[in-house]
T-cell receptor, first 116, second 116 residues
Framework: KQEVTQIPAALSVPEGENLVLNCSFT??????LQWFRQDPGKGLTSLLL?????REQTSGRLNASLDKSSGRSTLYIAASQPGDSATYLC???????????????FGRGTQLTVWP | NAGVTQTPKFRVLKTGQSMTLLCAQD?????MYWYRQDPGMGLRLIHY???????AKGEVPDGYNVSRLKKQNFLLGLESAAPSQTSVYFC???????????????FGPGTRLTVL
């Protein structure tokens, strides 16, 4: 059974701190990893997608890394701001048998609060 | 370009009632998905479709039916709603690139369903 785990479940930090969110997966067949942001009562917004051939992706203050050999991904947020407060979800893509479809398997998320 | 839209945004049902959730996308995506999100559970795949006229079961398909009569629409039906189906339902769509099997999924804003 595929399992994606996120640690910590919740994190509260003061503004300006650099922080790391962790994601681990036990299924070695997961080939790509995607990080999403979810604001309360809203849908998911894709932040970064790391393909199996890559080790990291960067977008602004966000940097995500992927180590398939250890089954780990991290999302690094630099100089955190109150606007970064949200739930961050990681999800791994795994091939669906008999098709080219890559199905997503989600972690339960890390709820981040950045206070002024 | 509206992306992925969902109708309705909120709904309250009584046990045994039926309803249909509508998902529409204007990105010409081949793949569409229905997920449910429950507190502490992350997102779980209910059903998905790899093209017009095709559907397949996901992780938690029981109690739901789907149809993809048009490429841009994916319908999720509850024939006889149960309290266990109280959840937030998200639709997503994607268009995979054959070279990498990378299919970034784009999510709708969600439908919050309560079954009494």
């Amino acid at each position: 059974k595929q399992e994606v785990t996120q640690i910590p479940a919740a994190l509260s930090v003061p503004e300006g701190e650099n922080l790391v969110l962790n994601c681990s997966f036990t299924d070695s067949a997961i080939y790509n990893l995607q990080w999403f942001r979810q604001d309360p009562g809203k849908g998911l917004t894709s932040l970064l997608l790391i393909q199996s051939s890559q080790r990291e992706q960067t977008s602004g203050r966000l940097n995500a890394s992927l180590d398939k050999s250890s089954g780990r991904s991290t999302l690094y947020i630099a100089a955190s701001q109150p606007g970064d407060s949200a739930t961050y979800l990681c999800a791994g893509y795994r091939g669906d048998r008999g098709s080219t479809l890559g199905r997503l398997y989600f972690g339960r998320g890390t709820q981040l609060t950045v206070w002024p | 370009n509206a992306g992925v839209t969902q109708t309705p945004k909120f709904r309250v049902l009584k046990t045994g009632q039926s309803m249909t959730l509508l998902c529409a996308q204007d990105m010409n995506h081949e793949y569409m998905y229905w997920y449910r999100q429950d507190p502490g559970m992350g997102l779980r795949l209910i059903h998905y479709s790899v093209g017009e006229g095709t559907t397949a079961k996901g992780e938690v398909p029981d109690g739901y039916n789907v149809s993809r009569l048009k490429k841009q629409n994916f319908l999720l039906g509850l024939e006889s709603a149960a309290p266990s189906q109280t959840s937030v339902y998200f639709c997503a769509s994607s268009y995979p690139t054959l070279a990498t099997q990378t299919d970034t999924q784009y999510f709708g804003p969600g439908t919050r369903l309560t079954v009494l």
